[in-house]
């Protein structure tokens, strides 16, 4: 299949416009003077219920590009190698890459994650997907250093957004050490946030900036849902392929979160 990679310039009046949608595609959209935000609209299911835009971990780089006619991305993250566990289940789905000007270097620490820019850069995001898709409900998603970006951006824009899920979340700063030093999520007020909010942690996650404990401190006020077991881990406490990235619960964890998305029964425990 060759997927078509789509840059548009949106003014105000484009907004209303209904377009079709391919199965797969690059969107690439202004935002800031000089900057383009692109996202990956990895699925378009049929009898599509609800969107989620997909915030990866790290500095949020995928990479997004086209090789021979082909998409290529950075797939390793727990919530991008997921994807097509949304997309199954009647979600369309956007992952989100790391803005033009963020596309060195790091990618996008936590202070851009948490200021203006980036919400400028998600408004058009959103508004790209709320006219591609004018009667379905919004979700962000993001895990460890993505749920930095889902939190704030909920906050910022609030009802226009059916909600918020944030999966092993960077609650404590990143160490001294750390490639990627930030505050996380460590001085977030989230009485900030007015719409639902679901936290998903792995019991055993052993990343020092998200400890499972702080996720249950704010269960009292927000549905968690712990995950435990999983396949023997192959990477660091931090990387995907450990129980920070839910290894071998991927399929079970996005389920239950869709499962809440969906307003249906779900389990807040998943052994």
Known sequence: MIMKTVVRWLPAAALSLAVAVHAQEIVTLPTRPGVTQSYFLAGVPKNRQAIVVLFPGSGGLIRLRKDNEQIKFSSGNFLVKSRSEFT??????????????????????????LGEE????????????????????LFLVGTSRGSVSAAA???????????????????????????EPGPGLSRFDFTTVKVPLLL?????????????????RLS??????SVLGGS???SDPCEPLSQHGYYGKESETIEEIVNWMLKKPFRDVIK
């Open 153 to 179: 951006l909920a906050a910022r824009f609030g009802q226009p957004l059916a909600g918020a899920v944030l999966t092993s979340s960077m609650f404590r700063p990143a160490g001294r050490n750390s490639r």
């Open 88 to 113: 199954k289940r009647a979600v369309v789905t956007a992952v989100v890459d790391a803005p033009s000007d963020k596309q060195s270097g790091w990618g996008m620490r936590d202070e851009f994650r």
């Open 118 to 137: 980036h919400f400028t850069d998600l408004s058009a995001v959103v508004a790209d997907l709320n006219r591609r898709f004018p009667d379905l409900r």
């Open 220 to 225: 009292d006020k927000y549905p968690l849902i």
């Open 200 to 216: 998903v942690h792995h019991v055993s996650d052993q990343c020092e900036a998200s400890p499972y404990g702080d996720a249950q």
């Open 232 to 234: 023997t881990p192959k």
